[in-house]
């Protein structure tokens, strides 16, 4: 069974760069089946899709935050990563990363949240 | 991009209820529709995807119906641990979109 797992610093400075892993375990992110999703939820706010990253290095990012956003894929750790710049205030939310079926198009797999606070 | 608007907001109901929540797209997505629940606390956990199809462990009580720009989520008989908040989520093109959520509570 594929889990995911988000690992990274829970507290960043305004203007600094928020940066997390995705851990993936009961699966290759090589896999041409999937897309590795990141998705954020702010304080008492819905879901917010930022952006995916497929295994051929291809990514796709929301409008809003492609000028500070990137998501890269490591194979040989077999995790993936997203890094946003110049974060302020409104950066604070839960981040996700989630798999999601190519096919059938949905994210059938989540990780558990990590939550990341923006403050100086 | 696609706009995706939920209603209601919030519905309070209760046990053995049946309640609806409706998804509107602001554009055609045929049927890629996802509805996902959420408990406090927890990550979001998929109920339904292809607008009707029933994630594999999930209850027959959660039906999903619609296609083209409107769709449904009704949960025939509410049970304790249906009291979360539900999204849609379109899967029809990038980037993919979240209704706002509804609240079913107590």
């Known amino acids: 069974q594929v889990q995911l797992q988000e690992l990274g610093p829970g507290l960043v400075k305004p203007s600094q760069t928020l940066s997390l892993t995705c851990s993936v375990s009961?699966?290759?992110?090589?896999?041409?089946?999937?897309?590795w999703s990141w998705i954020r939820q702010h304080p008492g706010q819905g879901l917010e899709w930022i952006g995916y990253?497929?295994?051929?290095?291809?990514?796709y990012y929301k409008a809003s935050l492609k000028s500070r956003l990137t998501i890269s894929l490591d194979t040989s750790k077999n995790h993936f990563s997203l890094k946003l710049s110049s974060v302020t205030a409104a950066d604070t939310a839960v981040y996700y990363c989630?798999?999601?079926?190519?096919?059938?198009?949905?994210?059938?797999?989540w990780g558990q949240g990590t939550l990341v606070t923006v403050s100086s | 991009d696609i706009q995706m608007t939920q209603s209601p907001s919030s519905v309070s109901a209760s046990v053995g209820d049946r309640v609806t929540i409706t998804c509107r797209a602001s554009?055609?997505?045929?049927?890629?529709l996802a509805w996902y629940q959420q408990k406090p606390g927890k990550a979001p956990k998929v109920l339904i995807y292809?607008?009707?199809t029933l994630q594999s462990g999930v209850p027959s009580r959660f039906r999903g119906s619609g296609s083209g720009t409107e769709f449904t989520l009704t949960i025939s008989s509410l049970q304790p641990e249906d009291f979360a908040t539900y999204y849609c989520?379109?899967?029809?093109?990038?980037?993919?979109?979240f209704g706002q959520g509804t609240k079913v509570e107590i």
């Open positions: 989630a798999r999601e079926d190519r096919a059938a198009e949905y994210l059938q797999h």
């Open positions: 009961g699966g290759s992110i090589t896999s041409d089946n999937f897309y």
């Open positions: 990253i497929y295994s051929s290095g291809i990514t």
């Open positions: 554009q055609v997505i045929s049927n890629w």
């Open positions: 292809a607008a009707s």
């Open positions: 989520q379109q899967s029809n093109s990038f980037p993919r979109s």
